[in-house]
């Protein structure tokens, strides 16, 4: 999903009554042709928390028998795409051969470096009854001395992502370490990404982290005297020991990790260099990168 949307960023002044919460981004959503689509990263005001440099809420898409998402091979560089489903089920094919369906609870780590090409899509046992797609997109920038490594392709069935409870509190460690748990998902450099669901009224010391940000998918939470609605991201402080409180039950996601130097982007390339990007965008008009095994039919052209 690679066409941005919109976004109001509200930003909270760093004050005794705003405590931890630096900045409050609320997205607008946007129908992308049946589902929508929320993006909390990039924003004018923030580019990047940690490495991560695009966040996309997407869904609940409810969809027609005969209908479903549709995305036609399209080319990375530079980055690392992290896909993470709440419901159904997205078909993925990439130009290294890989051939995944990915489902509720899995990861799906797709390192693009130096260039790697992909569909999403549905196989026609889903999209032949009525159904429902939901989760996130994360992009994480790869750092300087890796942007250009070879293409890889990884998948983690939800087995293998660890979980525990915190204070009664479920919680998945997606990425890096957190709650005495680490994640087996590769990561480039100080990574981390957790889920937690709460019930009303619980309460959640977040994990430390040189930058970090919260993100509410499901309900409510309070920071300190910082509401922070559905559908925000807060982005946090570097003050440690960080208390949320859920204001109803509330489906949250935790990113962060270690602060990256300024990265470009523009569609689907992150670079550290905007001449690489150049490059990039004249290899696809002049198809040099590789087709998609299986899915080679079509294909995004670069936006004019």
């Known amino acids: 999903m690679s066409n941005l949307a919109s976004e109001i960023e509200l930003e909270c002044q760093c004050t005794e009554e705003c405590g931890a919460v630096e900045l409050l981004l609320q997205p607008k959503d946007r129908d ?117 490594i070879e293409p890889a392709f990884y998948h983690y069935p939800e087995d293998e992502v660890p979980a525990t409870e915190v204070d009664g509190i479920p919680v998945r460690v997606m990425m890096g370490s957190a709650y005495g748990q680490t994640s087996p998902v590769k990561v480039f450099a100080d990574t981390l990404y957790v889920e937690a669901w709460l019930q009303p009224g619980q309460r959640l010391t977040l994990p430390n982290a040189p930058e970090r940000a919260v993100y509410v998918a499901k309900g409510a939470l309070k920071a300190m005297d910082t509401d922070i609605p559905e559908h925000a991201m807060a982005v946090l402080s570097d003050q440690h020991g960080v208390v949320v409180e859920a204001v109803r039950e509330t489906r949250l996601a935790i990113i962060g990790g270690e602060p990256f130097d300024k990265r470009y982007i523009e569609w689907n390339f992150v670079s550290s260099r905007k001449e690489r990007i150049e490059q990039a965008k004249q290899d696809w008009k002049d198809g040099r990168f590789e087709k998609v095994p299986g899915d080679d039919k079509e294909f995004i052209p670069l936006p004019e």
């Open 32 to 148: 992308l042709g049946g589902f929508s689509v929320r993006r909390l990263l990039p924003t004018a005001r923030r580019k990047m928390v940690g490495p991560w440099i695009f966040f996309d809420h997407m869904g609940p898409a409810h969809f027609a028998a005969g209908t479903g998402i549709n995305v036609r091979p399209h080319p990375h560089i530079g980055i690392a795409t992290v896909t993470y489903l709440f419901e159904g089920e997205i078909l993925h094919r990439d130009s290294l051969g890989s051939l995944q369906a990915i489902r509720p609870g899995d990861i799906n780590l797709m390192v693009a470096g130096r260039g790697i090409v992909h569909s999403e899509r549905e196989r026609p046992a889903i999209t032949q009854t009525d159904h429902v797609l939901h989760g996130l997109q994360l992009w994480l920038a790869l750092p300087e001395a890796q942007e250009e």
